[in-house]
């Protein structure tokens, strides 16, 4: 007798947590795949989507995602929590309808990177107050932004990361907003909670801020990029900092003798105000960057780990030495060009017998462009090194 079923059924094979375990591991297209099977792997899928970081690189991507949005049902975007945002300008009504989708719908973000900022919210302002309602956002990248404020935030970030299109701006500002953009006090709103800074500040002319009145408990990790950083303002607000990154525009400078008298100055007030603060630093876990930006600092506290990059002058050796010098560290990475190894330059020759003998691990990273090579000095590069044994 034949005993075969004819009817199809309704069900799966298999158990419905076995295919949503299955999705789990899938990849997006996967996923998407499955999502067409039935309403429950559809809701399921939707879940597991909008876990992982959501990625809308243009214009037509983001118009995608409200479609998404609007088929899987608006409830759906509570699972997202991390989301990068690579538009610029879009259309009043675009942003509009997305502006209402992260009010309603994404409320349970914790993640947001906006690269074009300064097009994406300045251009549609109702977008800004938008993110400043996002109560559960701990995490903001910012990038390319204008002029914003953070001060009307209810979220309480942990990380923040802020450039401006045009840096030079803040200098233009009136000293009452200018000292407003100061890193300490732009972030007031998360003084409790924020963690880690990357941010962009220069500000040579007008009032400074040198002291700010808000000290950040939690700070650990501070990534700058400022011409003149005022290191009393930073040393007063992150008095618990263990990791500190400097970069400045003056190591692109060929000439640094141009500025050589400016630079003094602002060295000479970093030291002598460093030296008067209360509760300053006296340990930092790390400290990497440019020779300029390290020996602007004008850091008299002991530093475990130093990472110095982009030393292409003779110039940066010398204030290399100087940094060495205060701070005495443990470990020292440099990355230097080949043309700094030459047998008229002996860098550890020239350094303090104390110093060195603080230093446990030097670590040197070498680059070597087509020049070298077609003049011969790559070849020889054991050659340069060997000059530098003798002194240590």
């Not at 900092?241 to 190591?251: D, F, G, M, S, Y």
Request: aromatic share 8%; charged share 20%; net charge neutral.
């Amino acid at each position: 007798m034949d005993t075969t079923h004819s009817f199809k059924s309704p069900h799966p094979v298999l158990n419905y947590d076995v295919l949503l375990d299955v999705m789990e591991h899938g990849d997006n297209q996967t996923i998407a795949r499955m999502m067409s099977a039935c309403s429950t792997l559809r809701r399921g899928g939707a879940k597991l989507l909008l876990n992982r970081p959501v990625f809308i690189p243009s214009d037509a991507s983001l118009q995608s995602f409200l479609r998404f949005v609007t088929a899987h049902n608006e409830l759906s975007l509570r699972y997202l929590r991390s989301l990068r945002l690579d538009v610029g300008t879009v259309s009043v009504e675009l942003a509009s309808l997305f502006g209402k989708v992260l009010l309603v719908c994404i409320y349970n973000i914790e993640t947001l990177c906006v690269p074009h900022a300064g097009l994406f919210l300045v251009s549609h302002p109702f977008l800004q107050a938008a993110i400043c309602r996002l109560r559960y956002l701990r995490n903001l990248t910012l990038l390319n932004t204008r002029r914003l404020k953070l001060t009307g935030m209810l979220s309480r970030l942990i990380t923040l990361e802020v450039s401006y299109a045009e840096p030079e701006s803040l200098d233009a500002m009136s000293d009452l907003e200018g000292a407003a953009y100061h890193p300490a006090i732009l972030c007031s709103a998360f003084v409790s909670t924020l963690t880690e800074l990357r941010i962009q500040h220069t500000r040579r002319y007008g009032a400074v801020v040198v002291q700010s009145p808000f000290v950040y408990p939690r700070m650990r990790r501070l990534m700058l990029e400022d011409d003149w950083p005022y290191t009393m303002g930073y040393m007063t607000s992150f008095p618990k900092l263990t990791h500190l990154t400097i970069r400045t525009t003056h190591r692109l400078v060929r000439n640094l003798q141009e500025r050589s008298s400016d630079l003094g100055a602002h060295l000479r007030m970093n030291r002598h105000t460093g030296t008067i603060v209360t509760g300053g630093w006296t340990y930092l876990e790390e400290v990497s960057g440019d020779a300029p930006g390290l020996h602007l600092l004008g850091l008299r506290c002991h530093v475990r780990h130093l990472r110095a990059s982009s030393l292409c002058e003779t110039i940066h050796l010398r204030q290399l030495h100087e940094v060495l010098h205060d701070v005495r560290p443990e470990f020292l990475d440099m990355a230097l060009t080949i043309g700094l190894l030459d047998g008229e330059t002996i860098f550890f020759g020239d350094m303090q017998p104390d110093v060195l003998r603080s230093l446990t691990s030097i670590r040197m990273v070498v680059y070597i462009d087509e020049a070298d090579i077609r003049d011969g000095r790559g070849m020889n590069i054991t050659g340069y090194l060997v000059c530098q044994f003798p002194a240590m």
